[in-house]
């Protein structure tokens, strides 16, 4: 059973206050005890606000560098790419961002570029921060014929591709995601959800656990460190 603690908040805005300083204080911890800081953020919409917070945050942004937990195959420049997200919010403050995403058509190989990109990098990473859509994905670890991949990948696997089923409407589009593993080797996972509906969800995936039919249920069930989840109506 994962130790889960709930922070509620009245509103985005309070939200978005607490959560970038949690975030600003596990970056600031990093950059202390290691002289540099690797966070990998969500995409989509939630994290816009918090992300407008954070970087308000005067601190060595330059020894700081952000990946998307995930990223829809899509150039960088489309609306529906995690990397131009992150670009927009966090260049500006100095910040390293390091896309996953490639214009590969093979998913699978996107997957494969996707790790080696990430193999690169110093870790584990001082903070998974987790989203989730309304049908229980977490990262972009979906229903479909990859779930399996996704959540069995061995420790050493950072990334793959996958290939929701059903596509999500508002993306329909093949993905790269974190696996489980990497997810789950963070020195810190934290989640932000809005919604009741959300709520209701992501409460009866973790009650569920491991037998959970979610991806996020699955995930979190073999998480070792303890879990904050943000959450506002
Ligand atoms: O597709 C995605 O969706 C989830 C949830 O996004 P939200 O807009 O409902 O907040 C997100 O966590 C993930 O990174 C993104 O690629």
Redesign the pocket.
């Known amino acids: 059973m994962i130790e889960a603690e709930w922070w509620d908040y009245d509103s985005v805005d309070e939200l978005a206050d607490a959560v970038a300083g949690d975030v600003g204080f596990i970056i600031e911890s990093a950059l202390d005890a290691r002289d540099s800081a690797l966070i990998a953020v969500?995409?989509?919409?939630?994290?816009v606000p918090i992300f407008a917070n954070l970087t308000k945050a005067k601190m060595n942004w330059r020894k700081v560098t952000v990946v998307?937990?995930?990223?829809?195959l899509v150039p960088v420049e489309n609306d529906l790419s995690?990397a131009k997200l992150l670009a927009r919010s966090f260049l500006p403050s100095g910040a390293r961002v390091i896309p996953i995403a490639t214009s590969i058509d093979d998913y699978k190989l996107a997957g494969n570029s996707a790790d080696a990109r990430l193999q690169d990098l110093p870790w584990p990473p001082d903070l998974v921060w987790?989203?989730?859509?309304?049908d229980g994905?977490?990262?972009?670890i979906f229903a479909g014929p990859d779930l399996q991949d996704a959540l069995d990948a061995p420790k050493a696997r950072r990334a793959v591709g996958v290939m929701p089923d059903p596509l999500?409407p508002e993306?329909p589009v093949a993905r790269v995601t974190l696996t489980r593993a990497a997810i789950l080797s963070a020195r810190t996972i934290l989640v932000t959800i809005t919604g009741q509906d959300k709520r209701d969800l992501l409460e009866q995936a973790i009650a569920d656990g491991h037998s959970s039919k979610l991806p996020i249920g699955r995930v979190l069930a073999e998480a070792e460190q303890p879990i904050d989840i943000h959450w506002c109506p």
């Open positions: 969500p995409g989509g919409s939630t994290p998307p937990t995930d990223d829809r995690n987790l989203g989730m859509g309304k994905h977490t990262a972009s999500p993306a």
